[in-house]
């Protein structure tokens, strides 16, 4: 049985040699590749855990800590200006490295026993900041789980998360040990409960590099976030022709809620486009703005594409043309390290299901002037300062869009989680899932019949294709039957997917626990049936 057959079973495959283990072969041949694991390797525990300053990639320099290039890799040129993947090394195929003895790969693909035939032996030679990536996957309960007999292969993270052990753990600490409203109570369990929310507020703070906790608003997750900022701060500035920027790339609840505004106040939506790779084109971009114009809001992270879009020069075309602008951070928030001091971005939005945390809990950074400057979203208890049937004076920030009681064991998850990915170091989460996804679009290149959307050279985590005679959903379902997890559909994302021609695609998403095997698995899955 080979990989051409048409009819491969997961039990006939599993037989098959994938790329990575012939690479090993190779590095067992040419020892000098197995080099390569160690610009991970000698980093470990050097890599500041969460900075207080950081630059943006393609901004100044943190300190000593070249944050651009953390492992001292060499540039490459990159097609925008601020792009994350201006040090990407490029990932060399195994008949290139056959050509030099002496050649070191910085790929995924050709880390010494990165597959051995088991997975956790070849994860224990892979390190990503302070763990093995045998440890990492380790700490993830549910990729242990069995689907349709066969190991779970989580590809699917753009949709949510899975949740480390130390985020159950904590939340079980929470129900079992804190639980009680918080902020009016005077007894010890409100006390406990009340610091255990907001130190996870400042958790919050310090892993994205805000000011104040003050900065720093609870909400349900990104669309809750964009709609509170569409309500409380842009609405109330919107007369009719007034201008509100989206881009072509982002996600409904980046486009529904500024639609909903403009109905409502007589403004109206102005379209970022992107090129034929998927990336944003900045001098139109630039071009949009006019003295109606009040407003941006764009993507990091487009959760289709992948796209990274070149956010530090959006947010600085912004400024120049004096216009506030809202980053939506759901995509990017677990995948790049952010720093929105140092982005100097007006608001940052993120959901903690996208980030290893439960569902149910996000949240909103804000510059503080303009979180006093806005008006409430929602009214009701725990945002009041005082009330009386005549008038209500709010709480003070971030209590003032606070209403009710909100998700308070998920906002206590929320901040274990970013405490996990802290203690790992987001530089080495970001270059990690660098290398992976290099893998990944290299492998799914060497399949027949299959047609990648959007070839950006800055992508981060996710990546969508189609294949030739398959409808997306079948080609979903047929994944499935190998354990393979992945998202199929228009992923709320319809304007930038007709952008491309079409109505739906497949989209695998990565994460820092995906390893080698599971992009192997997903190629030999595909190439058994396509």
């Known amino acids: 049985m080979t990989t051409t057959d048409r009819n491969a079973t997961p039990e006939e495959l599993a037989g098959v040699p994938s790329s990575l283990e012939l690479t090993a072969i190779a590095n067992q041949l040419f020892p000098d590749l197995t080099e390569g694991i160690d610009a991970v390797a000698s980093h470990s525990g050097s890599v500041p855990a969460q900075p207080e300053t950081a630059a943006i990639p393609g901004g100044a320099e943190f300190g000593a800590f070249d944050w651009q290039n953390p492992f001292g890799l060499p540039s490459v040129p990159a097609a925008n200006a601020g792009t994350v993947q201006a040090y990407a090394p490029k990932?060399?195929?195994?008949?290139q490295a056959k050509e030099s003895e002496n050649a070191v790969s910085a790929g995924a693909a050709n880390y010494a026993g990165a597959a051995t035939g088991e997975r956790t032996s070849g994860n224990d030679s892979i390190r990503i900041g302070s763990k093995t990536l045998a440890q990492i996957r380790n700490d993830f309960p549910i990729l242990s789980e069995k689907v349709n007999g066969r190991q779970l292969v989580w590809l699917d993270n753009g949709a949510t998360t899975q949740k480390p052990q130390a985020v159950i753990d904590r939340l079980a600490y929470f129900y079992e040990h804190e639980n009680?409203?918080?902020?009016?109570?005077?007894?010890?369990l409100a006390a406990k409960s009340t610091d255990a929310y907001e130190n996870a507020r400042n958790v919050v703070k310090d892993f994205i590099g805000a000011g104040s906790s003050e900065e720093i608003v609870f909400v349900r997750g990104t669309t809750e976030a964009i709609n509170l900022i569409a309500n409380s701060y842009v609405k109330p500035l919107l007369t009719p022709g007034d201008e509100i920027i989206v881009s072509i790339l982002e996600h409904h609840a980046n486009i529904v809620p500024w639609q909903l505004i403009a109905e409502q106040t007589g403004a109206v939506l102005k379209v970022i486009p992107c090129d034929e790779t998927g990336q944003l084109i900045l001098s139109e971009y630039e071009k949009l703005f006019t003295s109606r114009t009040k407003f941006v809001a764009t993507t990091h992270v487009s959760n289709v594409l992948g796209t990274v879009t070149p956010i530090e020069e959006l947010v600085v075309i912004a400024h120049r043309?004096?216009?506030?602008?809202?980053?939506?951070g759901a995509q990017s928030i677990a995948h790049i390290p952010v720093n929105v001091s140092a982005l100097d971005a007006d608001?940052?939005?993120?959901?903690?299901?996208?980030?290893?945390?439960?569902?149910?809990?996000?949240?909103?950074?804000?510059?503080?002037?303009l979180l006093d400057a806005a008006k409430p979203y929602h009214g009701g208890g725990n945002m009041i300062a005082d009330v009386t049937f005549e008038r209500t004076i709010y709480n003070a920030l971030p209590n003032k869009f606070e209403a009710g009681t909100g998700s308070i064991a998920?906002?206590?998850?929320?901040?274990?989680?970013?405490?996990y990915l802290s203690e790992i170091g987001m530089p080495c989460v970001y270059r990690w899932e660098h290398e992976l996804l290099q893998y990944a679009l290299r492998e799914m290149a060497t399949l027949r019949g299959v047609t990648m959307i959007g070839t950006a050279l800055?992508?981060?985590?996710?990546f969508a294709f189609k294949v030739d005679g398959y409808s997306d959903e079948e080609i979903g379902k047929r994944l499935d039957e190998f354990g393979i997890a992945v998202r199929t559909g228009h992923h709320c994302a319809q304007p930038v997917l007709r952008r491309f021609g079409y109505e739906s695609a497949v989209r695998p998403t990565l994460a820092l626990y995906n390893s080698p095997d599971d992009i192997d698995a997903l190629v030999k899955a595909l190439r058994s049936f396509i």
């Open 91 to 95: 990932v060399v195929s195994l008949e």
């Open 321 to 328: 043309y004096g216009v506030r602008i809202l980053i939506d």
């Open 347 to 369: 608001f940052f939005v993120f959901s903690g299901h996208k980030v290893f945390a439960p569902t149910g809990i996000g949240a909103v950074y804000g510059k503080k002037e």
């Open 180 to 188: 009680s409203n918080v902020h009016r109570g005077a007894h010890a």
């Open 410 to 419: 998920d906002a206590v998850g929320l901040g274990a989680a970013l405490s």
């Open 458 to 462: 800055d992508k981060a985590s996710a």
